[in-house]
């Protein structure tokens, strides 16, 4: 396995950013470098929010990818807290119940964020 290299994700990021109208077709082996690389799970964070900004419909089928490796990777939810919002939207809170019920990732990622949730 690859040793996680945080100058080496941060290249990756500015590239996607960079080159995001088009890189597409990247995006798959982009993320998958981007996980070696990536030791805290910041860039997988940024890169999930930058995304989502730029178009979250036609970036979905990555934010989980880049969503799950954040979750993976911060173990502190340095980067991770910011996730629900700026992928959800800002009324996510008001959702919860709903989106824990039909969303995978966002259970998984509001599980981490708030380990004392109500759901199960």
């Not at 998958?32 to 089928?61: H, I, N, P, W, Y």
Request: proline share 2%; aromatic share 10%; hydrophobic share 40%.
């Amino acid at each position: 396995m690859a040793v996680a290299d945080e100058s080496r994700a941060m290249e990756i990021y500015e590239y996607i950013v960079n080159h995001v109208a088009d890189c597409r077709n990247q995006l798959d082996n982009l993320i998958m470098d981007l996980k070696r690389a990536d030791a805290s799970g910041q860039f997988l964070a940024s890169t999930a929010r930058f995304l989502a900004a730029v178009d979250r419909e036609q970036f979905d089928e990555f934010l989980p990818q880049l969503i799950e490796g954040a979750i993976d990777k911060d173990r502190e939810r340095r980067y991770i807290g910011q996730l629900p919002e700026a992928i959800w939207g800002k009324d996510y809170a008001e959702r919860i119940d709903e989106l824990v019920a039909t969303d995978d990732v966002f259970r998984r990622l509001y599980k981490r964020v708030f380990p004392t949730g109500t759901f199960n």
